[in-house]
């Protein structure tokens, strides 16, 4: 069974940069779209980024232009790259595997976020 597994979350200054991780124990290709997802305490899970199989992204509002989600098959692990960094950007960061059904199935522990102004 897929697992997936987040890291490179921490604490960054406002205006910095952090790169995350999602490591999945199987190819990624398995999953039709991967995502990543973040959650305040006492809020929802909202979405952040996405990346189809055939390489397609998409983003919210929120963090287009400043997150980009990329793959390195090879490695069978999907990254969130987030420059820009607002204390509005604090979370914990979830990525997610769609394995066709159009539902984000498979989730990882998620990693924590914080910036500071």
């Known amino acids: 069974q897929l697992q997936l597994v987040e890291s490179g979350g921490g604490l960054a200054q406002a205006g910095g940069s952090l790169r995350l991780s999602c490591l999945a124990s199987l190819r990624t290709f398995s999953c039709y779209q991967m995502g990543w997802f973040r959650q305040v305490a006492g809020k929802e899970r909202e979405f952040v980024a996405r990346?189809?199989?055939?390489?397609?992204?998409y983003y919210a509002d929120s963090v287009k232009g400043r997150f980009t989600i990329s793959r390195d098959v090879a490695k069978n692990t999907v990254y969130l790259q987030m420059n820009s960094l607002k204390p509005e950007d604090t979370a914990v960061y979830f990525c997610?595997?769609?394995?066709?059904?159009?539902?984000?199935?498979?989730w990882g522990q998620g990693t924590q976020v914080t910036v500071s102004s």
């Open positions: 990346i189809r199989s055939g390489g397609t992204t």
């Open positions: 997610a595997c769609d394995g066709g059904t159009g539902q984000y199935d498979i």
